[in-house]
């Protein structure tokens, strides 16, 4: 058995090879000599001819590669790729499936051991090891083999992803068939578009070594400053593109990405690199790459994303000192899906706003800075398409949706109509606000369900009283704190929450404490876990540092004084006593400013139902609460035990499922034995099916994104309570989610607003 050297040292050879090719052609060799065997085969999965194509190899005739093809059911290699798993034998002729191919060579060769190379359960192709002599090869052997097909399987997926590379694209051929790449949901809607790919500007990993002395030294420091001041124009002339749609707290979003190229930030560092002997481009790739790899090990979800920040600006920096800047503009179509590996703040205000339709990154997460202000925006957006073949799609037509987290190509006439009714259900939602706004949430029945909206940012408010959002039940007090270089000062939060308080009195405004830790972290107050959403994060953190919690409720109470329409939650709460102190803490708050003069009334005070903990203590923690409101989203990943901001899994985030549903089931019964009122502020409050399904269960408020509550409203108002409680009756039988989400559909499609759905269940059944 190959030492664990050895696969080490293999492994880092195959990273470093510069195309695909080469990777193959070194994984077949070194794997040979590793192993000791006659023959190293890799086979590739040829969607287009539904057959395996030899790709690269040792020990076969060489001529053969790119020619031999092995249909998907023939063959052992077929049938190492259609179980799925390994096959070792030690006289491979006397096998039934056994096919000879006499270009090959490999009649000689007895003794065989094949493994698929898997990625994301689809089968990308097979690694095959041959010897002369009879033998099995022992466990040592395969686990080595699977070893390797595991890397092998990172590269081929990301090779795919980046060039689109197939075996049918070694022959030039194009593929018409319909296809379906996930990823991460980061803005809702749908866009139907012509994709544009924005590539980088400039490889920051193709910068060779060079030492420079004397007066060069002067000379590449006035390189790096003119090529950073166009730089700075470049990202001051999209600031001035950006902010025709943006609000100016959501605008400072975009500013911290371009007090990045402050003298004293990253510039003053690269300058220093030069002084040292380094080129222009030398220093400014050494500098980046070492904040990009700084940025990429931190577990906090919102730092990782800094990374994609630099990354694009030192690439634009790089450009302009390699003289490869554009000279002409680059043109966009009408309906413009931009496409990148990388999408970035820069790169959204470089599309003319009239022309954006869709946002499609392979990289990214919904806490990224481009997801961000594509939800402000309003724009379909997925995420960590990490599968996405993006060089192949510019000026293909794209089907984005934004809900489901998916992308489609060559979509077949049936699904493209599907996804046309879903735009002309959304224009007409918009075109018919003004009336719909107006109009309770009440069923045909005279049931009425009160909606109201989360808001983070100024725009929100505004875009929610347009919708008739008739309270805030979710302010993220976070979000402008995480816009900010340092904590913002009593005053300047005053500001803040007054805008949220005096937009919407008399109407409730429930504002949560300040919820960091997780996928959220503040750039000047880093929080570094092993497991940051197990870690120190919500009221840990604000109880853990008073003088932060102190300051902000001060804030809330002082914002509040002649609105009375305060409520102040608390989040990520696991224990009564944390319950207890929190709420001691508000209430000397009160006392201190009554002390000062100021006419302040005690607000309501509530707690976020979040953690599985907080579901089995709902009972106990209602009788020391006004209200409990549950933040279905961590609730469904820590039940689930999934991060539906990781690609790899979030397909298995569902909040219909079973074990989700008998937890906010059991959350209103509890609350609902002591008179607490009890909302929802998750995503799936949103979802019009959801929303019926809640409302069925006896949820008091729905709280909800901006852009859902039109959609939201009309189904309510297009159901009945009493089918609404049957329909729940009938899925509390279920254990299958994708069964509840059908029976959901089934009964929205009947009341005539089945294409409101979030789900889109026909967009999904139409691909599986």
Same mark, same amino acid.
């Given at each position: 058995m190959p030492k664990?050297?050895?696969?080490?040292?293999?492994?880092?050879?195959?990273?470093?090879?510069?195309?695909?090719?080469?990777?193959?052609?070194?994984? %077949? /060799?070194?794997?040979?000599?590793?192993?000791g065997t006659h023959v190293c085969s890799v086979y590739l999965f040829d969607r287009d001819r539904d057959a395996f194509v030899l790709m690269a190899t040792e020990g076969l005739n /060489?001529?053969?590669?790119?020619? %031999?093809? *092995?249909?998907?059911?023939?063959?052992?290699?077929?049938?190492?790729g259609q179980r799925a798993e390994p096959i070792n034998l030690d006289d491979a002729a006397q096998h039934p499936q056994f096919r000879y191919f006499e270009e090959t060579g490999e009649e000689r060769y007895k003794s065989f051991l094949g493994v698929p190379i898997i990625h994301q359960r689809r089968v990308l192709g097979v690694l095959i090891v041959q010897q002369r002599d009879q033998r099995r090869f022992d466990e040592g052997d395969e686990a080595f083999l699977v070893t390797m097909s595991a890397q092998l399987a990172g590269i081929l997926a990301h090779a795919e992803a980046t060039v689109g590379i197939s075996p049918s694209r070694h022959r030039n051929q194009s593929t018409s068939a319909e296809t379906r790449y996930d990823g991460i949901a980061a803005?809702?809607?749908?866009?139907?578009?012509?994709?544009? %790919?924005?590539?980088?500007?400039?490889?920051?990993? &193709? %910068?060779?070594? /060079?030492? *420079?002395?004397?007066?060069? *030294?002067?000379?590449?420091?006035?390189?790096?400053? #003119? &090529?950073? /001041?166009?730089?700075?124009?470049?990202?001051?002339?999209?600031?001035?593109?950006?902010?025709?749609?943006?609000?100016?707290?959501?605008?400072?979003?975009? @500013?911290?990405?371009? +007090?990045?190229? @402050?003298?004293h930030a990253l510039p003053a560092e690269v300058v220093t690199q030069i002084k040292t002997g380094n080129w222009a481009q030398g220093a400014l790739c050494t500098v980046v790459q070492g904040h990009i790899r700084q940025f990429s090990m931190m577990d906090d979800a919102y730092l990782r994303e800094r990374a994609s920040d630099i990354r694009d600006l030192g690439r634009r920096i790089l450009a302009y000192l390699q003289e490869e800047a554009r000279t002409e503009p680059k043109e966009y179509p009408p309906q413009t899906v931009l496409v990148a590996e990388e999408v970035t703040p820069a790169m959204l205000g470089e599309v003319p706003p009239e022309c954006l339709v869709g946002l499609v990154s392979m990289m990214g997460s919904s806490n990224s800075h481009a997801a961000i202000l594509a939800r402000s925006m309003g724009i379909p957006t997925l995420m960590g398409a990490v599968d996405l073949p993006m060089t192949t799609l510019e000026g293909q037509e794209l089907i984005v949706d934004g809900y489901m987290g998916r992308v489609f190509v060559n979509a077949s006439a049936d699904l493209r109509h599907y996804y046309e009714l879903i735009l002309a259900e959304e224009r007409s939602l918009t075109e018919g606000l003004e009336a719909l706004k107006d109009l309770p949430a009440e069923t045909c029945d005279g049931y009425r369900m009160p909606l109201w909206v989360n808001t983070a940012l100024g725009a929100d408010v505004t875009r929610s009283l347009e919708r008739g959002a008739e309270g805030i039940?979710?302010?993220?007090?976070?979000?402008?704190?995480?816009i900010r270089e340092s904590f913002p000062t009593e005053a300047e939060q005053v500001q803040s929450y007054r805008i949220q308080l005096e937009s919407f009195a008399p109407r409730n405004v429930t504002m949560r404490t300040l919820d960091i830790g997780g996928d959220k972290a503040l750039p000047y107050f880093p929080i570094e876990e092993d497991n940051p959403f197990l870690g120190w994060r919500g009221i840990r953190v604000t109880l853990d540092h008073p003088e932060i919690l102190k300051i902000q409720v001060r804030a809330?109470?002082? &914002?509040?004084?002649?609105?009375?329409?305060?409520?102040?939650?608390?989040?990520?709460?696991?224990?009564?006593?944390e319950v207890i102190e929190a709420k001691q803490f508000i209430h000397d708050a009160v006392s201190e400013l009554r002390d000062e003069g100021l006419e302040i009334k005690t607000p309501e005070i509530g707690v976020m139902i979040e953690v599985p903990a907080a579901v089995y203590m709902a009972g106990d923690i209602a009788r020391h609460v006004d209200f409990m409101s549950v933040g279905s989203n961590d609730l469904t990943q820590y039940l689930l035990a999934v991060d539906r901001n990781n690609p790899r899994v979030a397909g298995l985030y569902d909040s219909y499922h079973p074990a989700v549903l008998k937890a906010l089931q059991h959350v209103i019964n509890e609350g609902h034995k002591v008179g607490v009122q009890v909302s929802i502020c998750g995503e799936m409050a949103g979802d019009p099916g959801g929303a019926i399904l809640l409302m069925a269960m006896g949820y008091d408020v729905l709280s909800m994104s901006p852009i859902n509550l039109p959609r939201v409203k009309a189904a309510i108002r297009a159901t009945t309570i009493e089918r609404a409680r049957t329909l729940l009756n009938y899925i509390m039988t279920l254990n299958d989610p994708k069964e509840?989400? &059908?029976? *959901?559909?089934?009964?929205?499609?009947?009341?005539?607003?089945? +294409?409101?759905?979030?789900?889109?269940?026909? #967009?999904?059944?139409?691909?599986?």
């Open positions: 664990l050297e050895t696969l080490r040292k293999i492994v880092q050879e195959v990273d470093s090879a510069e195309t695909l090719d080469a990777a193959l052609e070194l994984i %077949v /060799k070194r794997i040979r000599q590793a192993m /060489k001529s053969s590669v790119g020619q %031999v093809t *092995i249909g998907a059911h023939e063959g052992l290699v077929g049938l190492v803005s809702p809607g749908v866009a139907i578009g012509t994709g544009v %790919v924005m590539a980088t500007p400039a490889d920051l990993d &193709a %910068v060779p070594a /060079k030492a *420079i002395t004397g007066e060069r *030294i002067d000379q590449e420091v006035q390189r790096f400053t #003119a &090529a950073l /001041k166009l730089v700075r124009r470049d990202i001051k002339a999209v600031g001035r593109t950006l902010e025709k749609r943006l609000r100016k707290d959501e605008a400072a979003l975009f @500013d911290v990405y371009l +007090r990045m190229l @402050d003298d039940g979710l302010y993220r007090t976070e979000v402008p704190f995480m809330m109470l002082k &914002a509040s004084q002649g609105l009375n329409n305060l409520r102040i939650m608390l989040p990520m709460i696991t224990y009564v006593s509840v989400e &059908a029976a *959901i559909f089934d009964v929205l499609n009947e009341s005539g607003v089945g +294409r409101l759905t979030n789900r889109r269940a026909a #967009a999904s059944d139409s691909l599986n």
